[in-house]
């Protein structure tokens, strides 16, 4: 009898234990795929985002912030890039008064380096605070790109301060790949301004 039993509860466990690691990777596999569908979904609206620019402003990476111009999404921008100088020579406020008037009301993008980038869009620098016044003073509904490898990317969100000024995507570069986060930071936090006067005092 007890023989039975133990044959019962074995076979009874075997099955479970099947049935577990079935479910397990059932669950495994859809989690993946969500996963993968979203971050394709992200990519997908960037790459349309970034087609319909008409130009962009870019910053050299300095030091061990992550390169991006080799990227082949970074290349489907329309127009030329802008570079800025590495020293920051013409100064935030000035820079951001001469990208205003080059611009106008184009569609324009940025792209960001950073030291830090959370999901957010909160980004951590050098503590000198040339981004946040430049970003301050440009067109309001140009799209912030921040770029980071992903050491850098932080999954827990950072403090962000008064003066910060956030970006709208993450594109966080791996060994092989990029990955894309919407952030919705600015949005959330203020109506987008839409007189580009008030935005290049």
Known sequence: MSGSISRCLGAWRDKSWVLLTKRWGMFLGVSFFYTFSMGNKQQEKLVF??????????????????????????????????????????????????????????????????VRFDARGTRKGRGGGWYDRFLSKIHPEWIRIGIIGAGGFSRTALARQEWDEPVDWVAVRGASSWKFYETHARHARKPLRRDLSRAIK
């Open 49 to 114: 985002l970034l087609a319909r620019c008409n130009g962009a402003i870019g910053y050299a990476p300095l030091g061990d912030e992550a390169e991006y111009a080799d990227s082949s999404l970074f290349k489907s921008v329309a127009s030329k890039q802008i570079f800025l100088p590495k020293n920051g020579a013409d100064g935030p406020y000035r820079w951001a008064q001469l990208c205003n008037e080059r611009y106008g009301n184009k569609k324009i993008c940025i792209f960001v380096p950073g």
